[in-house]
């Protein structure tokens, strides 16, 4: 149980377009999820905490206009980057935070790598 | 403000030997600690985790972590290691207010198992 999933796997697009990343839960509600940034051979940086049917909290540094966070169901958050530039490309990581369980017990989903040419 | 640290970035170690990863954070309470294994095309697999209690915590694959408050420091270890462990292991320490379960990450450390 407790299965995260992240849709695409890979993309690659063209610079100044947008690209859209789903996260889901697929065997539990999630009222928290949590959008990570890997950058190659180094360590994930939080980039917002998404809240079921609120706005997501975006890290400081982290442009919100740029890297829209939709969190629409208790299953579902997407990240979109908008306008997406070569330096957007990394390694996207999404968590899962179990409705109502302990502080900090996070299910992590595989990753989406965005190449962006 | 919170963070970790792990010192080494890659370590290669040969199978059935044992296995020690360092950790050292900064926090001002108690923390909350984190071992993760990231391997390809995988998510993050929680190892184990320390809240409270007794300073030595037993995980999944065989693996064990100490808190030591005064070195602040949450050391990884396996007695014997075997091919599969060859992963990427990252430290977390839980930040943040109380009830955002918010996790820093180390840098991490790049297993690398020999035959």
């Known amino acids: 149980g407790a299965v995260v999933s992240q849709h695409p796997s890979r993309v690659i697009c063209k610079s100044g377009t947008s690209v859209k990343i789903e996260c889901r839960s697929l065997d539990f509600q999630a009222t928290t999820m949590f959008w990570y940034r890997q950058f190659p051979k180094q360590s994930l940086m939080l980039m917002a905490t998404?809240?079921?049917?609120?706005?997501?909290?975006?890290e400081q540094g982290v442009e919100k206009d740029k890297f829209l966070i939709n969190h629409a169901s208790l299953t579902l958050s997407t990240l979109t980057v908008t306008s997406a530039h070569p330096e957007d490309s990394s390694f996207y990581i999404c968590s899962a935070q179990i409705y109502g369980t302990k502080l900090y017990e996070q299910y992590f989903g595989p990753g989406t790598r965005l190449t962006v040419t | 403000a919170q963070s970790v640290t792990q010192p080494d970035i890659h370590i290669t170690v040969s199978e059935g030997a044992s296995l020690e990863l360092r950790c050292n954070y900064s926090y001002g309470a108690t923390p909350y600690l984190f071992w993760y294994v990231q391997s390809p095309g995988q998510g993050l697999q929680l190892l184990l985790k320390?809240?409270?209690?007794?300073?030595l915590v037993q995980g999944i694959k065989g693996f064990e972590a100490e808190f030591k408050r005064s070195q602040s420091s949450f050391n990884l270890r396996k007695p014997s290691v075997h091919w599969s462990d060859a992963a990427e292991y990252f430290c977390?320490?839980?930040?943040?207010?109380?009830?955002?379960?918010?996790?820093?990450f180390g840098q991490g450390t790049t297993l690398q198992v020999k035959p």
């Open positions: 998404s809240n079921e049917g609120s706005k997501a909290t975006y």
């Open positions: 977390a320490v839980g930040a943040g207010s109380s009830n955002t379960g918010k996790l820093i």
């Open positions: 320390y809240f409270s209690g007794d300073t």
